[in-house]
């Protein structure tokens, strides 16, 4: 059965889409990644602790209570509370529904969940950061037509 979700997130769309056209995400680190529970990115810094949107430092949630995240290739921003939003966002690799009603999610992997999957069994420090780098080499927005 064929199901239609509208995205009520226009704001963290447009965030994400302009600054992946402007290269703010090539060659950022995916500095944290926990298995079974997600892949985080979008820190220019590599830090976890930086990055900015293009609003200013951080903008408000735009949080749907129709969407959940219900499986692996949830895309989300991530946040340090209420209304932090800036530029990283994390991927799922499992169904974590703790976060439902605190994190914007915003889009779905599409293709490529192999890749992703893969990314969660890297060997990771004490910290969950990566042992060996992991990083987006260069992100762009693909754009199509509804009948895809």
């Known amino acids: 059965m064929a199901s239609t979700v509208v995205l009520d997130t226009t704001m963290t769309c447009k965030n994400f889409k302009?600054?992946?056209?402007?290269?703010y995400y090539n060659n950022c680190l995916f500095h944290r990644i926990i298995p079974n529970?997600?892949?985080?990115?979008?820190?220019?810094?590599?830090?976890?602790?930086?990055g900015s949107s293009i609003y200013g430092e951080k903008f408000e949630d735009e949080i749907s209570p129709s969407l959940k995240h219900t499986g692996a290739g949830v895309l989300s921003m991530a946040n340090?509370?209420?209304n932090t939003n800036g530029s990283q966002w994390f991927l799922t690799l499992s169904p974590t529904p703790?976060?439902?009603?605190?994190?914007?999610?915003?889009?779905?992997v599409k293709s490529g969940l192999r890749v992703l999957q893969r990314m969660g069994l890297v060997k990771t420090?004490?910290?969950?950061?990566?042992?060996?780098?992991?990083?987006?080499i260069r992100a762009r927005i693909v754009e199509h037509d509804d009948d895809e």
């Open 18 to 23: 302009t600054l992946a056209q402007r290269g």
């Open 80 to 82: 340090s509370g209420p």
């Open 98 to 108: 703790w976060l439902d009603g605190k994190h914007t999610i915003f889009g779905r």
């Open 37 to 50: 529970f997600m892949a985080q990115s979008g820190d220019p810094t590599g830090t976890g602790r930086g």
């Open 125 to 136: 420090d004490a910290d969950d950061r990566p042992v060996e780098e992991v990083k987006i």
